[in-house]
């Protein structure tokens, strides 16, 4: 039995990135186990808890969800280029500060999917923001105070905006 | 997962020859069914076909006369913001914000959708209504069926070996028009339907000219409810001719009972989702433009 | 040390953790990477009971990338006896049976053999190459089946223990026990009303986002070291050194971050399976579950049959309750029915009470606690009916509740008199709170109110203080941290200490590091660890007044400390000036201290909450939800706040919508997270939190474990709501929308 890896040249957090990989390899897998950057989480790896969600051309996806071998030619962020040179993102910032993570397993799925969220709408309401999370589960937190963070950072941000 | 090979055809053709010339080759789009049924062994391949950047699958255009052509790879995202698909056909929008979460729709396509072939597929029943019809492709050339036609059993498909859904076509929408797709889940979001209903109607001064009603996960297939939108055609668009037309829509249910809800439950389902996708449906064609 | 004036005790510093939760840095159980690290993959039962004639692994051990191969035959076997982890005894052959099946399978998903490979793809394919032969025997899946005569047996030397005596019957009931207080049917005859239901709830699960993963390396020199995902490193090492029979000191765990655990990561699943994994092949191994192992082979919490009878006067006093309380153990004894008996009327002052408790053996995973075991189901049934009474009483339902609220004193059917407890407060602020007189707004909408306790455990822990010239401290504890308690355990050191909670960098340590701490469970972490960092900072400054004593030659005993400062007249020095000064007066300075409390103090929580019924399809929706609880001392306010909301959401989905939907055959059927229904952020509103403070008279700062009293009231408290809404009493969980509309239909008739 010889299989052939597949090359996939890809940009991670900024930077091109190769690699070598089985087609049946999900990205998850491959961010995880090939590019060893672990903050990209598998919860169920069926596509129903969010914990792996990393964003793709600009749109969040989960990472379970998509071979390693389709992310040739795209561009991918983790968990782990969200905070810039150093300096936590005000999202991130909020979540320490509203005490939004508690076990925070499902935090870098939230924290990812939300960035996403405010890129393209700087003040979401309540309902947008469960309505666009509805596919990151957090078991801890019951949901508060992780809307009550994402609605402080919002307000932050625009706040630096203006 | 067992291993499989790769391939990223660029053309409609070498898709199908692909497809054709191994037997257990499955086209990927949006992955989210797909992958999920390989890794749980429900599904088995040893070559998946990535048919995102297939032109033909990725095509969404509108015009007026013609109407929408949806190709079958659009991702839901797509759909959902499409400036056309919102003005045009706003429950088609609506259905791509109800598959799965914000991740499942920057993935999963209305074309994947239908070709799961699940009884509880959301796209389908709404795509019966607007009279939606599939382009399929295969080795042999390319046919069009409705929309009604294409599943044929719980995960069968009209698909024959080696071949492909290419787009659907939606007519454009008759003048006073509405549409509405309406399912019930115990979750608000990332659930399976128990049942669905979805009702297009055409309206002519307070009666009905037209109607179709088509429900979902209430039969092995979704099912197109014929007789209730016949029979609501020429009638007075009022609460007793809809009530009527659900009680119709209830007969023809045939559901069973499992993890999701018992048969009579679902039947009765059926007779409430479909009045309410009436009277939206209603609604909007009171409000659509001549 | 009680005062109002604390210092640090009552905010809310960011967590010490927090930096590396929000950056993706964290390394929970999956995250170790290893050189030489293989994959491992479990082969599990489809049967739900059957014999294992035989286990042919040959054609897996050819398979190319497959390093070993194990069953329960490369288990060593050793004698059974009992052995406690403080859930209650429990068999070490049933124990090690759970890792890897023996002569029979007791579930569906039952560990059967396990394959080390060099990618879990490889492993996974290989594992389908075992071949075993099974004989299929009929299956019991509820604790009503499996108690009726001629049920299938699971185990045949399972000898029922009645009252505390062996019986010598061969059952699947594994006890029988039994409360008294008072006299029940003189209680009875008192009432004026008498309210009798009869109450099911089915098996649920934990739902912890990270599932079980553990790596191990069992070494050249025999030692066993384990990474895992578990509540309680201690008691991981304890169960796996017995479970692969090697001393305990031969087995090291270093406790991973953990992805959420609520009671389900105290056993050990795949870690002794990784560690013989990892003798035979030589090389470290990691086993993850899959999310569908998760439901299928972990240990999911008891479903039960419940009846509760309660009698009350017109003046609202209840003179009688009783229970007959029967749990599904799942497929070894130990269904934490004695947990729920306990809690069943513990908000209340009953002089007559009755509770027959049993543990029931049934073809379902081994079942292990959920936050609070067994207290939701019993609080489900007692709290319906305690709301029923006060509905036919025509008093107001807290009104009925307060009248009978157990306080200090109060004796609970199953011996223990109060303690200072907070019941009637907790109470007094759901009364008070502008939740419970808003206007509900609209048609279909009722409120409803419920109680839960949650009795607390205590276990023994241990910390270490190590003092930095610079004026910070290193804190070791063993507790693990869940959910911030780190954080909560380091602020006692700093209230202490006369420092603020960053000035404490605390660390989780290894089984070779700190001394034995009990496990994250049992809302202990805070109280006891907290409790341990209290005594260990009590024992820096102890040394420190003797350091400051030398260098004013003074007797350590005339050295005061105060608001940061040590003082002996005119003479001060600051905490961080003394810490500067330890090289000239002796050198490094550790605090240290182990404590085993014998008490706890436990917690009442109450919530109100607001649905809407749609009649037309049964659907409840959750308007409003408010959670009162007495903390005792809130450390971290923030904290205490997630633990409530937490549990009310979890209780929110046990009530509606969570369930082990199990066919026929014993195969549950929604084994994924689509199909078990945990709530999403679409499906809940904001969740109003109320600390109570009542000081537990038995903790340096008052402290009363506040982790799992708050998922106890809800499902009763939404059952209330929906009677309220719609005038149907629902006696069976979940109150998916079928059974609501069912219940809808019935009333309708």
Known sequence: MTHTLTRVRTTINGEAVEFLCEPRQSLLECLRDILGLTGTKEGCNDGNCGACTVIMDGRIVNSCLVLGVEVEGREIITIEGIAQGGRLHPLQRAFLEDMAVQCGFCTPGFIVAVKSLLDQDANPSEEQIRQWLANNLCRCTGYDKIIHAIRQAAAEMQEVKV | MKWFDYAVPQSLAETTHLLSTHPRARPLAGGTDLLVQLRSGAKVTGLVVDVKYVPELNDLSYAPTRGLTLGAAVPCCRIRSDQAVRQAYPALGEVASLLGGTQIQNRASIGGNLCNAAPSADSAPLLIVLRATCRLAGPVGTREIPVEDFCTGPGQSALQSGELLVSFHLPPPPSHFGACYLRFTPRNEMDIAVAGAGAGVELENGTFRSARIALSAVAPTPLFVREAGNWLAGKPANAESINTAAEIAKAAAKPITDMRGTAEYRRHLCAVLTRRALEAAVRRAKEARA | ?749
Not at chain 3, 159 to 176: D, I, K, L, W
Not at chain 3, 301 to 306: H, I, K, Q, R, V
Not at chain 3, 729 to 737: A, D, F, G, I, Y
Request: aromatic share 6%; proline share 6%.
């Open chain 3, 1 to 749: 040390m009680k005062t109002d004036d604390y210092v640090v005790v009552g905010t809310r510093p960011i967590r010490h953790d927090g930096a590396d939760k929000v950056t993706g840095r964290a390394l929970f159980g999956a995250d170790l990477q290893l050189s030489g690290l293989l994959d491992g993959y479990v082969l599990r039962s489809p049967h739900a009971h059957a014999r294992i004639r035989r286990i042919d692994v040959s054609k897996a051990l050819a398979f190319p990338g497959v390093k070993a191969v194990v069953t329960a035959a490369d288990l060593p076997q050793c004698p059974d006896r009992l052995v406690d982890y403080g859930e209650g005894p429990m068999r070490l052959r049933h124990l090690r049976g759970n890792i890897l099946a023996g002569d029979k399978v007791l579930y569906k998903g039952h560990a059967v053999a396990a394959v080390a490979a060099t990618s879990r793809h490889v492993a996974e394919e290989a594992a389908g190459l075992i071949e075993v032969d099974y004989e299929i025997l009929p299956c019991t899946l509820t604790v009503v089946e499996a108690m009726r005569e001629g049920a299938p047996l699971l185990h045949d030397d399972l000898r029922t223990v009645e009252f505390g005596e062996e019986t010598g019957s061969v059952s699947n009931v594994a006890e029988h026990f039994r409360h008294v207080l008072g006299n029940a049917d003189q209680g009875f005859a008192e009432a004026d009303v008498i309210v009798e239901r009869e109450f099911h709830t089915v098996t649920v699960h934990q739902g912890y986002l990270e599932p079980q993963a553990a790596t191990a390396l069992w070494n050249n020199d025999g030692r066993v070291h384990i990474w895992c995902s578990i509540q309680g490193a201690f008691w991981a090492r304890d169960a796996i050194s017995l479970i692969l029979g090697l001393p305990p000191s031969r087995v090291k765990v270093t406790p991973m971050e953990v992805g959420g655990a609520f009671g389900g990561k105290i056993r050990v699943y795949v870690e002794p399976v990784a560690a013989l994994l990892s003798k035979k092949a030589g090389r470290p191994v990691r086993i993850v579950m899959p999310r569908r192992d998760v439901f299928e082979a972990t240990g999911p919490t008891p479903g039960s049959y419940t009846t509760v009878k309660m009698g009350a006067r017109t003046d609202g006093r209840i003179t009688a309750a009783q229970a007959y309380m029967a749990y599904e153990a799942g497929a070894y004894p130990g269904a934490m029915v004695g947990f729920g008996a306990i809690c069943v009327f513990a908000p209340y002052d009953i002089p007559n009470v009755v509770i027959d408790g049993f543990d029931v053996v049934v073809n379902k995973p081994s079942t292990a606690p959920y936050r609070a075991p067994g207290a939701t189901q019993a609080a489900f049934a007692a709290e319906s009916v305690v709301d029923e009474l006060a509905e036919r009483l025509g008093i107001d339902p807290i009104e009925f509740r307060l009248k009978n609220a157990a306080k200090e004193g109060t004796r609970r059917a199953d011996g223990p008199k109060y303690p200072r407890i907070g019941c009637l407060e907790v109470l007094e602020a759901m009364k008070t709170h502008p939740h419970y007189t808003a206007p509900l707004g609209g048609p279909n909408r009722g409120r409803g109110v419920a109680v839960g306790f949650w009795f607390n455990f205590t276990f023994p822990a241990s910390c270490t203080i190590s003092v930095n010239a610079d004026g910070t401290v290193g804190l070791i504890e063993g507790s693990t941290d869940l959910s911030g308690t780190r954080t909560s355990i380091a602020m006692q050191a700093a209230e202490v200490l006369g420092i603020c909670a960053g000035d404490v960098n605390p660390t989780v340590a290894d089984t070779d590091s700190i001394g034995y701490t009990g496990v994250t469970a049992g809302s202990h972490t805070t109280f006891d660890s907290g409790w341990a960092a209290y005594e260990a900072a009590r024992d820096v400054i102890r040394q420190m007044k003797e350091r400051a004593a030398l260098l004013w030659g003074l007797d350590p005993t005339s050295i005061e400390f105060a608001g940061g400062a040590f003082r002996a007249g005119e003479r001060a020095l600051t905490f961080k000036e003394l810490c500067a000064r330890m090289d000239e007066t002796g050198g490094p300075i550790i605090g240290r201290a182990t404590v085993k409390p014998a008490s706890t103090g436990g917690s009442f929580a109450g919530n109100i909450v607001d649905v809407e019924v749609d009649p037309e399809t049964g659907k409840v929706s959750i308007l409003r939800i408010t959670s009162v609880q007495d903390a005792g001392k809130a450390i971290h306010p923030g904290c205490v706040e997630g633990q409530m909301q937490g549990g009310a959401a979890q209780g929110v989905g046990w009530a509606l919508n969570e369930e082990y939907f199990m066919g026929p055959e014993g195969t549950m059927l929604n084994s994924s997270l689509l199909d078990y229904r945990t709530p999403t952020s679409a499906d809940l509103p904001m969740i109003e939190t109320l600390i109570v403070e009542v000081p537990n008279p038995d903790h340096p700062f008052g402290v009363r474990g506040v982790g799992e009293a708050p998922i106890v009231a809800p499902p009763a408290a939404v059952a209330n709501a929906i009677n309220r809404a719609v005038g149907v009493r629902l006696q069976r969980l979940p109150m998916n929308p079928p059974a609501v509309m069912e219940a809808i239909w019935k009333k309708k008739g």
